[in-house]
């Protein structure tokens, strides 16, 4: 029994070292056993299997929190109600279909399979040794990023990468060569951006702790540092630069909130001019080719009349539209990456909670924005070393998930979610070093 209780423990930590992997080790694994539609299945039967294992070893040990029966039965919840809306629409594509559920119910099983982990082993987990992993893992990722970008641009295609196995073997900002972007092992370049947010917020919380390091932590936090924003760089992902930018301004405002007000009251005259200085240096650079390339996504290379930023829209505007017809939803798969599956054509929304809404309709999106308002109050009531890192990070993906279907993504979905299961589930040490305010943000 003893045994069986480290199982889920394996399983996270198992999960957290897969993810970020899964999509090259299956595509090039897969040359020399075949098999490649089990190789991507097997990961989601494994969460799966793992999840109700864990619930109930967790049942079985006895003395459960209220919280997680709630957990539970809204994951059991989450995923009837996409059963439910795909009987009621047979004609639905039932691989689309199968990958929709999967894709938003597995969000809510990381998260048990988390909690359930912490409460089985409780001392087997520690801050520590979960940043440990996380950053192993996202240095191996973001310095095979940042040799891709100088490697030749269809390396890939000896890895097993190509369009009809389901993986493009390269990326270039409006498919101009001249401006290439990276993904490493990830699926594409925006996954990757979004995959470094949570690395990112560790490594800018522990910079602000920097005067308590080592002279070699420093140099050894410094590389690391470098390498994950270099990596993010290179994706040209502008969503992920700008949840960047989110993760590190809110790291840094909750733990130094009232000294930047200080400095902000002090210094407010000095930071008009660095605006007024910034904003005069774009408009003299608005023609720049490059600079245009990197932010707007708009090159001489496009083709149509539309461009990124305009099809963005029209999808959104798209999701919003089939809501409103159809408030109790449309079917798991008629929306997102699982609907592109679908030969007849599917809906990408660019948005994840509108394609959530287009789904499983308006019920399901409540559901789905309870459980994360849940988890972000679990979080924030911890007051240690886990809230700033991963509600930084929440918010970072709230940006991202309005713009792109950024849940979706395996890595990035394990990452975070497996992470909050931890922090709603494990207890919270006297000597726990508190890093935030008592105030709500």
């Not at 602000?208 to 070699?216: A, C, H, M």
């Amino acid at each position: 029994m003893h045994i069986l209780r480290r199982i889920p423990y394996y399983g996270v930590l198992a999960l957290l070292i897969y993810m970020p992997l899964h999509v090259f080790l299956s595509q090039s694994l897969s040359l020399v056993t075949g098999g490649l539609t089990e190789w991507k299945l097997a990961k989601d039967a494994v969460i799966g299997l793992l999840t109700v294992f864990t619930v109930c070893m967790v049942w079985k040990q006895g003395r459960v929190p209220r919280w997680f029966h709630g957990l539970v039965a809204c994951t059991v919840g989450f995923g009837m109600l996409h059963l439910v809306l795909w009987a009621l629409h047979p004609h639905l594509y039932a691989e689309s279909a199968w990958l929709g559920t999967t894709y938003n119910v597995r969000l809510f099983c990381l998260a048990v399979v988390g909690a359930g982990a912490a409460l089985l082993t409780p001392s087997l987990f520690t801050f520590r040794s979960i940043r440990r992993v996380v950053l192993g893992v996202s240095s191996l990722v973001a310095v095979l990023a940042v040799l891709q970008y100088w490697l030749p641009k269809d390396i890939l295609t000896h890895a097993g990468y190509s369009l009809s196995r389901g993986v493009r073997p390269n990326f270039f900002i409006d498919d101009n060569p001249a401006f290439p972007r990276v993904m490493s092992t990830l699926r594409d370049p925006n996954s990757l951006g979004a995959y470094l947010l949570v690395p990112l917020a560790l490594l800018s919380a522990a910079a602000l702790r920097i005067r308590e390091l080592t002279k070699r932590s420093r140099w050894l936090l410094g590389a690391l540092v470098v390498v994950h924003a270099a990596a993010l760089y290179l994706t040209f992902s502008r969503s992920a630069w700008l949840a960047a930018a989110g993760v590190v301004s809110l790291t840094i405002w909750w733990q130094f909130s009232s000294q930047l007000v200080r400095v902000l009251r002090n210094w407010w005259l000095v930071g008009a001019l660095a605006l007024v200085l910034l904003s005069g240096t774009a408009y003299l650079f608005r023609h720049n080719t490059a600079l245009d390339g990197i932010l707007t996504h708009s090159t001489a290379a496009q083709v149509g009349a539309i461009d990124s930023n305009q099809y963005h829209w029209l999808y959104v505007r798209r999701g919003l539209e089939g809501i409103l017809r159809q408030p109790w939803g449309h079917g798991p798969g008629t929306a997102g990456l699982a609907s592109i599956q679908n030969p007849n054509g599917g809906l990408l929304t660019e948005n994840y909670y509108v394609q959530i809404g287009y789904e499983v309709g308006v019920a399901g999106l409540a559901l789905f924005i309870g459980v994360n308002i849940w988890l972000h109050r679990r979080i924030w009531q911890r007051h240690d070393n886990w809230t700033v890192p991963l509600l930084a990070s929440f918010w970072a993906y709230v940006v991202m998930n309005m713009l792109l279907h950024t849940w979706s993504n395996e890595a990035v979905a394990a990452q975070w979610w497996l992470l909050a299961g931890l922090a709603v589930a494990l207890p919270l040490h006297a000597a726990a070093k508190r890093q935030l305010p008592p105030q709500r943000p």
